[in-house]
């Protein structure tokens, strides 16, 4: 028998939505990505998503093996991704779906998982 401590759980406050941000560099070979990243501390606050009902989580992936038109987003549980997520269609993304709950359609590029019909 081992003499170490039992492992701690791990806390998480409550989130309505999770924000991935690839910020792999054949996402964005300029680090667009990773600026985007860097910004959304001071967006979320500004828009209420910091914490409450809204909050949304957001994290740093390294590659969603989609290599084309970054900086490239994903919203969970929604299951929306984004592509072309330029400074200004973050705010959009931000206002319209983290904030309003509907996706921002011309900047979609897939859904998923596929659903199966109840």
Same mark, same amino acid.
């Given at each position: 028998?081992?003499? =170490? ?13 999770? &924000? ?33 009902? &809204? ?13 084309? =038109? ?17 400074? =200004? ?17 011309? &900047? ?11």
């Amino acid at each position: 028998m081992s003499d =170490s401590k039992p492992m701690e759980k791990p806390k998480m406050g409550l989130y309505r939505r999770h &924000l991935l941000v690839c910020v792999g560099p054949r996402c964005t070979e300029d680090g667009a990505s990773q600026k985007l990243f860097e910004t959304l501390g001071e967006k979320f606050k500004a828009a209420g998503l910091d914490q409450g009902d &809204l909050r949304v989580k957001r994290t740093r992936t390294f590659c969603f093996a989609t290599c084309k =038109s970054g900086p490239i987003v994903c919203v969970q549980p929604d299951g929306i991704w984004y592509y072309n997520v330029t400074e =200004s269609n973050l705010d959009r993304i931000i206002a319209q779906h983290l904030v309003g709950g509907e996706p921002v359609e011309d &900047l979609i590029y897939h859904r998923g998982p596929a659903l199966a019909e109840a």
